[in-house]
């Protein structure tokens, strides 16, 4: 079974930087998809960014382009997303998600596409 364990989240104001990390328990043998989502208060759950394991091709939602950054280190069964330049807009609970294989591109940002959820860690920043 895995598990997965965000960390790193926090209060920041507008325009700092936040980094998130996935501790995943014996995931990356199934070098498969990994991502983050994140779920504001009233909103539906979205794709941020996802990382295909064993190939390490990347997707961003656009939103989110250009101030994210998605990375992986197999060695620790990590994950982690750098987030810069915050705006108040990317509050949001922020979950670390992995499906059992490989994730199309185009449904990379897609919650039923992931088997696996974390907790979640709260990202707040204030204007």
């Known amino acids: 079974q895995v598990q997965l364990v965000e960390s790193g989240g926090g209060s920041v104001q507008a325009g700092g930087s936040l980094r998130l990390s996935c501790a995943a328990s014996e995931y990356s043998a199934n070098r498969g998809s990994m991502g983050w989502f994140r779920q504001a208060p009233g909103k539906e759950r979205e794709g941020v960014a996802s990382i295909y394991i064993g190939g390490g091709s990347i997707v961003y939602a656009d939103s989110v382009k250009g101030r994210f950054t998605i990375s992986q280190d197999n060695a620790k069964n990590a994950m982690y997303l750098q987030m810069s330049s915050l705006k108040p807009e990317d509050t949001a609970m922020y979950y670390c998600?992995?499906?059992?294989?490989?994730?199309?591109?185009?449904?990379?940002?897609?919650?039923?596409?992931?088997?696996?959820w974390g907790q979640g860690t709260q990202v707040t920043v204030s204007s």
């Open positions: 998600a992995a499906a059992r294989g490989y994730v199309w591109p185009p449904f990379r940002l897609k919650a039923s596409e992931y088997n696996y």
